[in-house]
């Protein structure tokens, strides 16, 4: 049964779905409504080389102000969720364990949070 970790201060800035066996990623939202980006596939698709390189958490300002100049009116637990979306499938794809991809998107998640507040 997965467990989620909540981010954010004092509210429920994004969740990371985690289990004994694998790491699950949120999916891209597509429908338009208060809370979920427009077109988030196409803006993923775009950020997939920043978000592949070594060190990406390091990254994180850069990463927030793109999806802010993107998306002006997007509050930042939106940004949050947006940017864990957009690298948990990347992390899967380079962590060697689920304990080493649970702990790269923690990591970016901090980050990225960090950034935010």
């Known amino acids: 049964m997965p467990r989620f ?9 994004a ?4 289990s004994a ?9 597509s429908v338009a409504k ?6 988030p596939e196409a803006t993923i698709a775009a ?13 994180a300002p850069e990463l927030v102000a793109r999806v802010r100049a993107r ?9 949050v969720n947006f940017l864990i979306t957009a690298y948990c499938p990347v992390a899967v ?3 060697a364990t689920d ?5 790269l998107v923690e990591t970016f998640a901090t980050a990225v949070t960090q950034a935010l507040y």
């Open 99 to 103: 304990a080493d991809r649970q702990a």
């Open 71 to 79: 998306y002006p009116a997007a509050q930042s637990p939106e940004i």
């Open 34 to 39: 208060p809370g979920v980006l427009e077109d």
């Open 93 to 95: 794809a380079q962590g």
């Open 15 to 18: 969740a990371i779905a985690t």
């Open 21 to 29: 066996v694998a790491l699950e990623c949120p999916r891209p939202q």
């Open 47 to 59: 950020m997939a080389p920043a978000l592949s390189v070594p060190g990406v958490a390091q990254r």
């Open 5 to 13: 970790r909540f981010l954010g201060p004092g509210f429920a800035a």
